[in-house]
C-alpha cells in the first residue's frame, strides 16, 4: 500500500501486524522493530518526520538491545535516521 501512496491502509495493515508480533513474539523482538521501521518509512514518505522519527527511534531501540550497536540493521536505522535530519536541511544532527 505505501508504495501506491495509500499511506492510511499501509499503517492499518502495520498496526494490525505490529499487535500481533507483540503478542506473539514481544515487544524487544527484532520483528518488532523492522515494523516500527516500516511504519517509520511510510510517515517519512508522507513528509510526517516527527512521527517518522518516533517510529525509527523504537525500532532503533529493540534492535540495538537485542542486536548490538554494530549490527547492520542498526546502521540502516541510523541512516535513516540521517535522511530525515537531511531532509529537514538538519545537516548536523544527521
Do not use: C, F, R, W
Not at 491502509?9 to 501486524?17: S, T, V, W
Amino acid at each position: 500500500y505505501d508504495n501506491q501512496g495509500k499511506y492510511a491502509m499501509a499503517l492499518e495493515q502495520y498496526e494490525k501486524g505490529l499487535a500481533v508480533q507483540i503478542k506473539a513474539l514481544g515487544k524487544d523482538h527484532t520483528d518488532v522493530a523492522n515494523t516500527y521501521n516500516n511504519m517509520a518509512t511510510v510517515y517519512d514518505n508522507q513528509g510526517k518526520d516527527e512521527m517518522a522519527l518516533e517510529q525509527y527511534g523504537k525500532s532503533l531501540a529493540i534492535d540495538i538491545k537485542a542486536l548490538g550497536e554494530d549490527h547492520p540493521d542498526v546502521a540502516d536505522t541510523y541512516n535513516n535516521i540521517a535522511s530525515v535530519y537531511a531532509k529537514q536541511g538538519k545537516d548536523e544532527m544527521a
